[in-house]
């Protein structure tokens, strides 16, 4: 295998005078609160979040409309007071992600162990040891961030857009290569990720987000026609991978689980939507283990065949 120091296409960040400008300084007073919260004890950052979250929910009108649209479709069966209280729950939840996201990128081994657990792992090893590629499939949660864990057992690589601070993108972007995992920009495309694959590094995807309709087939998603991108099947191809999910979620000690199952079977299929249904309703499996967890807050169904949207 070689060096994922040697993968082409990485994410690269370095720290230069100009992140230090007064203008750059509220990143890092944000940067440097996250960085202290390591130090305060597990109840008191739950305690904190649960004050974050509640100004996140009544502050942000806008995110909150989406989730709480979001919600009722995929979860129509619920009482209106039922969504109500998952909405609000996601709002604290989101907020409790930031001070894991400390964790994840500071975090002596100790912390980590304390605060994260990993399951499933045996998974991963058996495909390796039986000679597969791996694609390890993701969703949008608020927790996806401890994902980024999984370099201490393995090679990783992944995708992230670069942030439009470049204080933040330099922390973020050392945080998630701090176990020797790389990150790819997403605008370098397909091909580093595909290098990666076939180099023997576990590759992590997140394909669940609406992108527009060009590239992107309509899958249900719990019932509803969500635009969906089928890339995860043309990459299994290209690579000879298998697809192995993995999910995080937050568990009611304020810990986080991050669990791999075993590999998807029959995929890819035969065609673009069966790939992109197969992908949906995997998620959607992990998402019923952790409903309020879902990243509810990003527009899912923004692109509709009729036209209309639905977050207006």
Known sequence: MIAVSDLPGAHRVRLTWRL???????????????????YLPLGARVGIANVLGGLYYRGNAK??????????????????????????????????ALFHMAVVWWGDE????RCLRVTGLEHYEAARAAGHNIVVLH??????????VLSRYFPYVGFAKPLK????????????????????????????????????????????????????????????????????????????????PCFTRFLPDGGCELWLEPPLTNFPTNSAIGDATAMNTAIEQAVLKMPEQYLWTMKRFKTRDTGHSLYD
């Open 20 to 38: 230090f400008a007064p203008r750059r300084w509220p990143a890092w007073a944000a940067v440097a609160f996250l960085r202290a919260s390591l």
């Open 63 to 96: 995110r909150r409309r989406i989730a709480a649209t979001n919600i009722r479709l995929c979860f129509p069966q619920w009482t209106a007071e039922r969504q109500e209280r998952a909405v609000r729950e996601h709002f604290r939840l989101a907020a409790l």
């Open 110 to 113: 100790r912390t980590l162990d």
């Open 139 to 148: 969703c949008h949660c608020v927790g996806l961030e401890a994902s980024l």
């Open 165 to 244: 601070d470049p204080v933040l993108d330099f922390v973020m972007t050392r945080g998630r290569e701090r176990f020797g995992g790389r990150v790819f920009a997403r605008e370098a495309g397909m091909r580093p990720l595909i290098r990666a694959i076939k180099a023997g590094f576990g590759a992590s995807y997140v394909p669940d987000e609406d992108l527009g309709p060009k590239e992107s087939v309509y899958a249900p998603f719990f019932g509803v026609p969500a635009a969906t991108l089928p890339t995860l099947g043309r990459l299994v191809r290209l690579t000879d991978a298998v697809v192995i």
